[in-house]
T-cell receptor, first 114, second 111 residues
Framework: EAQVTQNPRYLITVTGKKLTVTCSQN?????MSWYRQDPGLGLRQIYY???????DKGDVPEGYKVSRKEKRNFPLILESPSPNQTSLYFC?????????????FGPGTRLTVT | LAKTTQPISMDSYEGQEVNITCSHN???????ITWYQQFPSQGPRFIIQ???TKVTNEVASLFIPADRKSSTLSLPRVSLSDTAVYYC????????????FGQGTELSVKP
């Protein structure tokens, strides 16, 4: 089954403790991206990657790192999480379909930083 | 990137056609328009995408006028399961790149 998987789905951590949220896709997509979703602020892009070893900042990259060493994986790293990074995180992969990008989203990771 | 503006919420009844309009006055020549649907606590799901005129698939139609400053997502004969948030997105590069979601329209379908 074609899908984007994220792990963990739920995470509660403390301020300053480094964490990684993994994202993997099995559709051989070149494009991958991370978003965070907060009430009243909608979906905001954190980082995106257009291919292996190619990453770029989205709208809200501060406090996050990513890497794209393999096509299927795009982990999101929080080196020193803070409470304002408490959010619902979505990973997506995408393919060009018609005039533009068609994205497929993972199920989300709910992160709480205390 | 072109900013998008959508109504915050809409109400409808089962069986009706629903049209959600998105305004994107600053759309550039090569930009394309995409719509996503999101249910609570789930990731958005791609609905439809277009560049100009009209596009139709098995779930929706997308109407884009000649000036491309707006677009309308049309959902025929909605059901309760169409209750969701609908996002309009303008993409500036057909290879992907930076993307900005608008605030979305919360559609409520009533029996």
């Amino acid at each position: 089954e074609a899908q984007v998987t994220q792990n963990p789905r739920y995470l509660i951590t403390v301020t300053g403790k480094k964490l990684t949220v993994t994202c993997s896709q099995n559709m051989n997509h070149e494009y991958m991206s991370w978003y965070r979703q907060d009430p009243g602020l909608g979906l905001r892009q954190i980082y995106y990657s257009m291919n292996v070893e190619v990453t770029d900042k989205g709208d809200v990259p501060e406090g996050y790192k990513v890497s794209r060493k393999e096509k299927r994986n795009f982990p999101l790293i929080l080196e020193s999480p803070s409470p304002n990074q408490t959010s619902l995180y979505f990973c997506a992969s995408g393919r060009i379909a018609g005039p533009g990008l068609e994205q497929y989203f993972g199920p989300g990771t709910r992160l709480t930083v205390t | 990137l072109a900013k998008t503006t959508q109504p915050i919420s809409m109400d409808s009844y089962e069986g009706q056609e629903v049209n959600i309009t998105c305004s994107h006055n600053n759309i550039a020549t090569n930009d394309y328009i995409t719509w996503y649907q999101q249910f609570p606590s789930q990731g958005p799901r791609f609905i439809i995408q277009g560049y100009k005129t009209k596009v139709t698939n098995e779930v929706a139609s997308l109407f884009i006028p000649a000036d491309r400053k707006s677009s309308t997502l049309s959902l025929p004969r909605v059901s309760l399961s169409d209750t969701a948030v609908y996002y309009c997105l303008v993409g500036e590069d057909n290879q992907g790149g930076k993307l900005i979601f608008g605030q979305g329209t919360e559609l409520s379908v009533k029996p």
